[in-house]
Each structure stands twice: as C-alpha cells, then as structure tokens.
C-alpha cells in the first residue's frame, strides 16, 4: 500500500525561479518526514528533514513545509539552479517503526537554464 | 570518508537462480538497511539490520534473506528469482538504530531474465 504519495512525476523550471514538489500521505502515525534527491547511477542522498512537531524547515536554498491537518508536505527550492535536476523522493516514518522509511514514487525535476 | 559501498554494480541473472548482493557500510555506522527500487516506483523497504540483528522487515517473501556480519558489513540473498525481482537494489546505513538520515549507496542493479 503507498503511504507516501508523489501525484507529480515530473516537473520543469527555469533557472532561478522556484520549484515546488508536493507529497501526500496517508498513515496519520507518520512523525518525522524527509526528502532525499537522487541523480542517475547514486544512491539517494538525504537533502532535508521535518518533525511533526514543527511546519517548516528552512536550509539554505531549501525548505520543507509541513501541513499536518492536510496531511500534505512541501519541498521549496530557491532559487533553482541546473544542479538540482534529479528525482526528489519524499519519505516518512512512525515512531514504532522507526527503522523502515516509506519512499513516494518520486518527482523528476528538470531546470532549464 | 568513504560512503557506502555495494557490490556488483550490475548483475543478470536467470529465472530460478539464487543472487548474493554485498553492502559496507560507512565506517562507524552499525546499522543497514536494504531497499528495493523498481523502475518508476520508489524504494521499498526490505529488512534493517543493527548489531547483527535483524530488528525489521518488510512485506518481502522468505525467499529474500540476509545478514550482517561482525564488521557491519550486510549481504541481501535472494532464492529463486522471479522476472518481477528484477530491480534496483539500495543499501543504506546509519550510525543507530532509528532510520532518520540513512546513507545510500548507489545500489546493485539486478536483472532477471
């Protein structure tokens, strides 16, 4: 079952403008969230994280903004730049299962200069 | 430092033949984790192992199994391969138990034809 749903597969965003991924899901046990980015032939590497004890998290040009009501979170990227493009994976976890991240399908960003 | 590293890269195997894949972690890190990535999905959670220890697993068949050795290191087995195992296979390792912030490698690619 997808706990953990990405309803964009793709998204294309010109070079300095802000790209937004979007990530829903559905276990309400979920407490901690993160977003991995991935390039052709590596692993995911992690990029940022949110407890759901708070609504946003900011690092550098990245920000994650947690709705818990809407059980919906957010990825911003500020300015976007050619290097960002990658697929992004948005995961999350419960605390009785803290060992097992649950991935999204992942949304295959393009940034066009 | 180096990350973690999995072995083969790549790997063909035929339908009914058994596959051993290879994971070292990152130095320090004691708990690994294994993950299955198919085409156009994310990763799917397999088993985590801490100290040598199997402390999850995912809704896998018994016909996937590992384990972790005294230097950290994990191998993932799987019998008698099916078309649909066919995948990306991700190994990931973290400093403790709780599965925040894993560190991937760049995975085996495994074909079964």
């Known amino acids: 079952d997808q706990q953990v749903k990405q309803n964009s597969p793709s998204l294309s965003v010109q070079e300095g403008r802000i790209s937004i991924l979007n990530c829903d899901y559905t276990n309400s046990m979920f407490d901690y969230f993160l977003w991995y980015k991935k390039y052709p032939a590596e692993g995911p590497t992690f990029l940022i994280s949110i407890s759901s004890i708070k609504d946003k998290n900011e690092d550098g040009r990245f920000t994650v903004f947690l709705n818990k009501s809407a059980k919906h979170l957010s990825l911003h990227i500020v300015p976007s730049q050619p290097g960002d493009s990658a697929v992004y994976f948005c995961a999350a976890s419960v605390p009785t299962n803290d060992y097992k991240l649950s991935f999204g399908a992942g949304t295959t960003v393009t940034v066009r200069a | 430092d180096a990350g973690v590293t999995q072995s083969p890269t790549h790997l063909i195997k035929t339908r009914g033949q058994q596959v051993t894949l290879r994971c070292s972690p990152i130095s320090g890190h004691k708990s690994v984790s294994w993950y299955q990535q198919v085409l156009g999905q994310g990763p799917q959670f397999i088993f985590q192992y801490y100290e040598k220890e199997e402390r999850g697993r995912g809704n896998f068949p018994d016909r996937f199994s590992a384990r972790q050795f005294p230097n950290y290191s994990s191998e993932l087995n799987v019998n008698a391969l099916l078309l649909g195992d066919s995948a990306l296979y991700l190994c990931?390792?973290?400093?403790?138990?709780?599965?925040?912030?894993?560190?991937f490698g760049p995975g085996t690619r495994l074909t079964v034809t």
């Open positions: 990931a390792s973290s400093l403790g138990r709780v599965g925040y912030e894993q560190y």
